[in-house]
């Protein structure tokens, strides 16, 4: 089709003042304004730090959604990396979107933040080069990459108002590290600013972060645009270069106001200029996508995205623990019938990524016990599988939306929108759904019949249920409005007459959820109705101007021991036991923090039951940021899953049954409890302040230094064969020290093995690490078979720190130990360099 690049230039000139200031916030939730007298067009934003939305939250396109961030680290495979990116490019065309709001390259600071699992990594090497080289696929499509959150937002609690304090060191070498590297490596074409304030200032209002250290330290291009809801000011964040208000409508850059600013030279029109400058240099950045602007929606479909994504999948996951080699499992049975129990709240529940803007409808999505499944059937189902929950995990009730069914037997929750309330005779029916979940955000439901913007409208979610043994079950309701379940006519859960505050919805905004009980008989068919009024019948605010939503499910209501009761006699009965446990996006969330590294309920419990019965027990953990594990040094097997995406349930099978030996390796360290945690003591809003207190020791650089102990360390994995690394070589000159190893696999699997290397200075000036990772490089190497591994870094990144009372990066004059192996606390090479001077810089 082909695009004219606009001439901004010419732009700047022809354009009104009145104009250009509304080119300087969204349109709306998703889009920028367009000029079209001047044919500027509105380009098209859509999140995607793990998969790409879309412009709907309710009853949106479905989409490939990708393993989680920190998973995506742990592949430690740049080239793979770059492969995610592309997808995330491509599909991004098919939902229209210029822009992705992602990646996200934050520090996981601490276990305990909400968005830890979204982000890469503890350590800002690592978090870069995931960025940039996801970046790079993405770009590679000509779809942008938005870089957020740019910078320190690394807490959930009082995120908008929350001071970050820290020094210009660890400011500089741990917090702005990752985003140096993206920008170096990428360029990504834009870059969200962080919520938070930095030492006194919000980023989004910053000079002397988004001014002096973005646009004249750095040189970057691209446009800044703020968080949504992310801007604090008119005239500061104008001057500071904030260049884009999202989303629109605007709050802060009115056209009345803000003109009246400029005409009274509050704002000076070379303020206005620039920063129109930027936003029209990201539409022309868009336009080389060559998106139609009457693109349909659509979902990704194509076999080859699945295989992408189970290849993320399968090189994500770490095996942390294979005593007496009890993996990989065998498909087919060795001796007789052998059974196989598969037991825990993740099983049969498919956690493909965490909570909030990360969350979307995926496509499919494969749950761990129909992984196995399929392996076995593969095997000619000669091995029995068995199952038993063991435990309950869920927050609120779970979603039904594949437990229901409507009249003619399909799967979901009916939908159907009124204009009147339950009981007005004759109700004026508006819309009809069959959706895939009932945990429904309506924040964008809108339809023909209902005037714009009316917020008041009434919806009945129903289905009907067949449960498969007689008990007790619990009905519950969360929701941002009303609502009321009825179970064949009778009321069982209000959520209506009375209302508490909770925290449903990543918005903060909604009710608890209000449950009740009603005893069910097997193979009896009952209808289940959630009738809801949407945020205007809302009983604990009047003001709110959010349509609402509801969050709707129920389960079996059963005493915790009477589960683990069940689950240990299951696994009695068995050879092997695979226990599927962890966290789910209810707990790990963009909203809110964790408040403590424990798994939520009676998981521990289980474990340690299930290990007094059968020792043949392997654990598959999935969450998205360390746990603790109390039970770590009985099991003979533990893997970690992460978030994994529609995949997830193939990808842990894979590994389990040796179909893809693990080469995954720890994007963070696994402390034993949290207390050991560098930022222990300083972690959330303390008064709105939080303290970085640990200073450039995040991770492993703490750990290291003052000798602790961890359950795991960072970059930490096995693997199904064994390899060694040997002959190292190092050579540096004034500019770059080259380093070079042999990897060889010494044992009887093809596998891939990560070489890390770390750099130590041997008589430091200031207090360091014991020694930081400056690069990697992943290799496949057959049995027998050796490769070699060479990398090059620069001399200014291999030895520098901030040296704060020159305000530059330093690198001295002096001796450095290359410390190789496969881990950080298994080095096994050792080489050094000189360096002849030194030098201070400043830049990329």
């Keep these: 089709m082909g695009v004219q690049e606009l001439d901004i230039d010419r732009l700047i ?14 349109k709306d939730f998703w889009h920028t304004v367009p000029i079209p007298r001047l044919n500027i067009p509105s380009i098209r934003v859509s999140d995607g730090p793990n998969g790409i939305r879309g412009t709907k939250f309710f009853d949106s396109v479905p989409s490939n959604c990708f393993p989680c961030g920190t998973g995506l680290a742990a ?66 499509e000509n779809v942008v990459a938005c870089l957020k959150h740019f910078v320190c937002n690394d807490q959930e609690d ?43 200032v919000h980023v989004a209002e910053s000079k002397e972060i988004l001014t002096d250290i973005l646009r004249k330290e750095w040189k970057y291009e691209g446009a800044t645009l703020s ?34 600013d400029v005409q ?16 029209l240099k990201l539409v022309n950045r868009a336009l080389k996508a060559d998106i139609p602007e009457d693109v349909v929606e659509s979902a990704n479909e194509d076999a080859s995205a699945s295989a992408i994504l189970r290849k993320v999948g399968d090189e994500s996951i770490v095996l942390l623990k294979n005593e007496g080699n009890i993996l990989p499992l065998s498909k087919t049975a060795v001796k007789g019938q052998e059974k196989i129990a598969v037991i825990g709240p993740n099983a049969k529940v498919a956690q493909d990524s965490g909570g909030g803007s990360a969350s979307l409808t995926t496509r499919y999505k494969i749950t761990p016990w129909e992984g196995i499944k399929n392996k076995i059937e593969e095997g000619g189902n000669t091995v029995k599988l068995e199952y038993a929950l063991g435990a309950f995990l869920d927050k609120c009730l779970p979603d039904v939306g594949d437990i229901l069914v ?42 023909a019949k209902l005037p714009t913007g009316q917020l008041l409208f009434y919806a009945d979610f129903s289905g009907y249920f067949i449960p498969e043994e007689s008990a007790n079950y619990d009905f519950g309701a969360s929701c941002l409005g009303t609502a009321q379940i009825f179970v064949d006519g009778k009321l069982v859960a209000d959520n209506k007459t009375k209302q508490t505050k909770g925290d449903a919805f990543f918005l903060g905004l909604g009710t608890r959820e209000e449950r009740g009980t009603i005893f069910l008989e097997k193979g009896k068919k009952y209808h289940v109705v959630c009738e809801f009024g949407s945020s205007p019948t809302y009983t604990l605010d009047d003001t709110c101007q959010e349509i609402g939503g509801v969050f709707f499910g129920f389960g079996i209501n059963s005493p915790d021991d009477v589960e683990i009761m069940k689950a240990v006699e299951v696994a009695k009965s068995v050879d092997k036991v695979v226990l599927v446990v962890g966290l789910s996006k209810e707990w790990e969330s963009e909203g809110f923090d964790r408040p403590d590294m424990d798994i939520p309920g009676f998981t521990n419990e289980l474990v340690e039951e299930v290990l007094k019965v059968n020792k043949n027990v392997v654990v598959v953990n999935q969450s998205g940021s360390p746990v603790t594990m ?52 300083n972690f959330g809003s303390n008064n709105g302040q939080v303290w970085y207190g640990e200073d450039v020791f995040v991770g492993y650089r703490y750990y290291e230094k003052i000798g602790k102990d961890v359950l795991f360390p960072f970059g930490f994995g096995l693997s199904y064969t064994t390899f060694e690394i040997k002959d190292l070589v190092v050579k540096a000159d004034d500019q770059n020290v080259a380093i070079s190893v042999n990897v060889t696999n010494t044992g009887k699997v093809a596998g891939s093995e990560t070489v890390q290397v770390y750099i130590q200075e041997v008589k430091p000036s200031i207090n360091r690490p014991v020694k930081e990772l400056k690069d990697f490089g992943k290799v496949f190497v057959k049995p027998g078979e050796t490769k070699a591994v060479n990398l090059t870094i ?39 360099f000189e360096t002849s001077k030194t030098f201070y810089w400043l830049g990329l």
Excluded: C
Aim: hydrophobic share 35%; glycine share 8%; proline share 5%.
């Design 13 to 26: 000139e022809e354009l009104t003042i009145p104009e250009k200031i509304s080119l300087l916030a969204g």
């Design 794 to 832: 620069s001399i200014k990144e291999a030895t520098s720190f901030w040296n704060g009372y020159h305000s530059k990066w330093e690198s001295s004059k002096g001796k450095y130990n290359v410390l190789v192996g496969n881990s950080s606390d298994n080095i096994t090479n050792e080489g050094s």
């Design 75 to 140: 592949t430690f495979n740049k080239d793979l990396l770059v492969e995610a990116g592309e997808l995330m490019g491509k599909e991004a065309k098919m939902k229209g979107a210029h822009v992705i709001l992602g990646p996200t390259s934050n520090i996981v600071r601490s276990p305990l933040g909400g968005r830890a699992f979204e982000s890469y990594s503890e350590d800002p090497l690592l978090s870069g080069h995931a960025a940039s080289h996801i970046i790079k696929g993405m770009q590679n």
């Design 406 to 447: 409507n009249e003619k037997g399909e799967k979901g929750v009916t939908a159907k929108f009124y204009k009147h309330a339950p009981g007005v005779e004759n109700r004026e029916l508006v819309d009809e759904y069959l959706l895939k979940t009932s945990k429904l955000f309506l924040s964008d439901f809108t339809s």
């Design 158 to 200: 009082d995120r908008r108002g929350v001071d970050t304090l820290l020094t210009d060191r660890a400011f500089r070498e741990i917090y702005l590290k990752p985003f140096q590297i993206a920008l170096r490596d990428a360029d990504p074409g834009a870059l969200m600013t962080a919520y938070n304030k930095v030492n006194g």
């Design 630 to 681: 109390p039970w770590a040094d009985k099991v003979p097997a533990l893997v970690h899953a992460w978030y994994g995406g529609n995949e997830l349930g193939n990808t842990i099978a894979d590994v389990l049954f040796g179909d893809v030996n693990p080469s995954g390796k720890l994007s963070m360290s696994f402390p034993k409890k949290i207390q050991d945690n560098p930022s222990y003591l």
């Design 264 to 279: 009274s030279n509050r704002i000076n029109t070379s303020v206005i200029d620039e920063n129109v400058r930027y936003v």
């Design 227 to 260: 968080d949504w809801f992310g801007t604090y000011s008119t005239k500061q964040a104008l001057e500071a270069g904030l260049n884009l208000e999202m989303p629109g409508p605007t709050r802060f850059r009115l056209a009345l106001q803000t003109l009246h």
